[in-house]
C-alpha cells in the first residue's frame, strides 16, 4: 500500500524568504505525486503534479516541487514566500499502476504542514 | 465555469441519525471522489463514482454510502452517526483521463453530538 509523510508539522518562514516543504512516499511502483494547498474552511487546490517526464515540475503560484525516485521524495519550494501563501499544504500519491480503472482518484495524502508566514 | 458545489456547508447532528451530503460536480466531469477530513485521521478516500457506478471504495464501514445520478450529481449517505464521524467531506470531480486532475469543492462541515 502506498503512503505519505511530511515530516513537519509546521513551518514558520518570514515573508520573502525561501520556502521547501518535504514529502517522502511509498509505493512499489511509478507513482503520480501531487501538492494541493488547504485554506481555512476551503477545499483543496492542486498546486503542481508529477505523472512522468521532467522531475522538476512547476506549478501554480510560483510553486515548484522535484522529483528524486532514489531518495523517494518530491519536496515543494518555492523561492519568496508572500503573506498569502500561509495555508496548510498537503503532499498526496496516486496509484498510476491503476489508472486503467480510473482508481487514480484514489489518492493518499499526507498529514499536512501548516505553514505560517511571517511578516 | 462554476466549481464543485457541496450542501450543505454546514451540518449538525446527534449520535444515531442519519445524514446526506450532496455535491454537484463541474459541469462535464462524470467521476465523483469523496474524502473525509479529520483532525487525527487527516484525508482519507471514502469512495469514487463514475457514469453512476462505485468504481472504486476505501476503508470505511458500510455505514457510509454513496450513489451518484445520471447528470453526474452526487450525493453520500452516513447512518447510525457517531461522534467520530465528525469531519469535514470533500467532494471532488474530474474527467476521464489519465492526466485529469481533482477539482475539489469548499466541503460540508458535520458535526456529530
Known amino acids: 500500500a502506498q503512503s505519505v509523510t511530511q515530516p513537519d508539522i509546521h513551518i514558520t518562514v518570514s515573508e520573502g524568504a525561501s520556502l521547501e516543504l518535504r514529502c517522502n512516499y511509498s509505493y512499489g511502483a511509478t507513482p503520480y505525486l501531487f501538492w494541493y494547498v488547504q485554506s481555512p474552511g476551503q477545499g483543496l487546490q492542486l498546486l503542481l503534479k508529477?505523472?512522468?517526464?521532467?522531475?522538476l515540475v512547476q506549478g501554480i503560484k510560483g510553486f515548484e516541487a522535484e522529483f528524486k525516485r532514489s531518495q523517494s521524495s518530491f519536496n515543494l519550494r518555492k523561492p519568496s514566500v508572500h503573506w498569502s501563501d500561509a495555508a496548510e499544504y498537503f503532499c498526496a500519491v496516486g496509484a498510476a499502476g491503476l489508472l486503467v480503472s480510473g482508481s487514480a482518484r484514489q489518492l493518499t495524502f499526507g498529514s499536512g504542514t501548516q505553514l505560517t508566514v511571517l511578516p | 465555469k462554476a466549481g464543485v458545489t457541496q450542501t450543505p456547508r454546514y451540518l449538525i447532528k446527534t449520535r444515531g441519525q442519519q445524514v446526506t451530503l450532496s455535491c454537484s460536480p463541474i459541469s462535464g466531469h462524470r467521476s465523483v471522489s469523496w474524502y473525509q477530513q479529520t483532525p487525527g485521521q487527516g484525508l482519507q478516500f471514502l469512495f469514487e463514482y463514475f457514469s453512476e457506478t462505485q468504481r472504486n471504495k476505501g476503508n470505511f464501514p458500510g455505514r457510509f454510502s454513496g450513489r451518484q445520478f445520471s447528470n453526474s450529481r452526487s450525493e453520500m449517505n452516513v447512518s447510525t452517526l457517531e461522534l467520530g464521524d465528525s469531519a469535514l467531506y470533500l467532494c471532488a470531480s474530474s474527467l476521464e483521463g489519465l492526466n485529469e486532475k481533482l477539482f475539489f469543492g469548499s466541503g460540508t462541515q458535520l458535526s456529530v453530538l
Open positions: 508529477y505523472f512522468s517526464g521532467d522531475t
